[in-house]
């Protein structure tokens, strides 16, 4: 997923909290000079600097933003992420929203990093997949911040891949019709959905690229793994968490798809603080 946002992007991100201007900036003389140091009050993995960097630079190329940690770094509580140079009325200005985004592409990295980790404690091949369970605005943005804490990336949104699930099915006929007519529109991955060890069998012999096991037990996936002889992937979903996904690797599938990942991250705590430099 390509780690840099557009210049429409941040415009619109802008757009939202400046409106028609920052009035309590206007306070500041347009000539004053500032620096100002953004610390972490928490444990987190780093993610966003180009968001972050593309919001100052925005408002005002001549903004100098020096990193003292790297995309992707773990930085432990009160680390010094980056200091930054230029006139205090944009540094204010950009402030909120250039937190905004470090702070939740930091946070969904962190979340990421951790069900990582679980699945590679399990000795597996199973990957970590995310979902389209994102934040509106930044579904781009946090799927490559999914990428930067060491999970996998499913498909971008409609377009890119067919999911096939329990409403298609029933509108499509069957497990069968529904590949099938998948297969006649496009040429990019098929998956389907399948709720039991009965539709999984109807959906091995339709041959998609992966099955979605949803909610099944683990034994059922074990048993799913077992059947599965012709080496489709298999996709495990619905309410997996950091205490049980270790259990669901174990089981044999080739990835685990965790809404979490991206849907309940709670924003990681950023402090930027400014230093006035001269006064002009």
């Not at 900036?25 to 500032?34: G, L, V, W």
């Not at 060890?197 to 992966?210: C, G, I, S, T």
Request: charged share 20%; glycine share 6%.
């Amino acid at each position: 997923m390509n780690n840099q946002p557009t210049t429409t992007e941040i415009k619109n991100f802008l757009a939202e909290d400046i409106g028609s201007g920052d009035i309590t900036a206007s306070i500041i003389p347009a000539s004053r000079q500032a620096k100002a140091r953004v610390i972490t009050r928490e444990t987190m993995v780093l993610c966003g600097q180009a968001w972050f960097d593309s919001v100052f630079k925005t408002l005002n190329p001549n903004i100098n933003i020096n990193w003292f940690k790297a995309e992707g770094d773990i930085c432990t509580e009160d680390t010094l992420l980056c200091e930054l140079n230029g006139s205090a009325r944009d540094l204010l200005t950009g402030e909120r929203t250039a937190l905004n985004l470090l702070q939740t592409l930091s946070a969904t990295a962190s979340v990421a990093k951790q069900y990582a980790v679980a699945v590679a404690v399990a000795g597996t091949h199973c990957k970590v997949l995310d979902t389209r369970k994102t934040i509106p605005g930044l579904r781009r943005a946090q799927k490559y911040a999914v990428t930067c804490g060491g999970c996998v990336n499913h498909r971008t949104g409609l377009y890119d891949g067919v999911l096939i699930k329990e409403n298609h099915i029933m509108a499509a006929g069957s497990i069968s019709q529904a590949i099938n007519a998948a297969r006649t529109v496009t040429d990019v991955m098929v998956e389907v959905e399948v709720e039991s060890l009965a539709e999984f069998q109807q959906a091995l012999a339709a041959k998609p690229d992966r099955i979605m096991l949803d909610n099944f037990s683990n034994a059922d996936m074990k048993a799913a793994v077992a059947l599965n002889h012709q080496g489709i992937e298999l996709e495990a979903s619905g309410d997996i968490t950091l205490e049980t996904i270790r259990e669901v690797a174990e089981t044999g599938v080739d990835y685990i798809s965790i809404g979490a990942l991206t849907k309940h991250v709670k924003a990681v705590d950023l402090s930027m603080r400014i230093f006035m430099e001269t006064a002009k």
